[in-house]
């Protein structure tokens, strides 16, 4: 069973022309097969936004500083991310992959400025 599911998402990642990265409007407007695919990837996201701002951390330039007990589920990243876009749909491109509006959202989400 468990390697039927590993052949099934193997086959729907290569399927899709681009696998190494989601796109804006890939992510806003899924094909079914992938809209579950598409939550794990933003959770992917955010945990490499995290684990980059915890290394620039360390140097005393964090990107963001969000709060150390918050967890957000693919729903919250989404809605953080789409607020965003929503508010600077003119520096938002549908081919822009999906990480760069997440960090962008995340800085202004949680901005260290005190």
Sequence with gaps: MERAIILIVAVLVCNRADAQSVRLKEYFHPTPKFKLLDKAFIAGVKDGLMA?????????????????????????????????????RAKVTDEMPISLPLLLAFEETFSCQK
Excluded: D, H, S
């Design 52 to 88: 980059y701002n915890a290394a620039m951390e360390k140097n005393g330039r964090a990107l963001f500083c969000m709060p150390p007990k918050l967890a957000l589920t693919a729903e919250q990243l989404e809605e953080i991310m789409m607020r965003w876009v929503e508010k600077n």
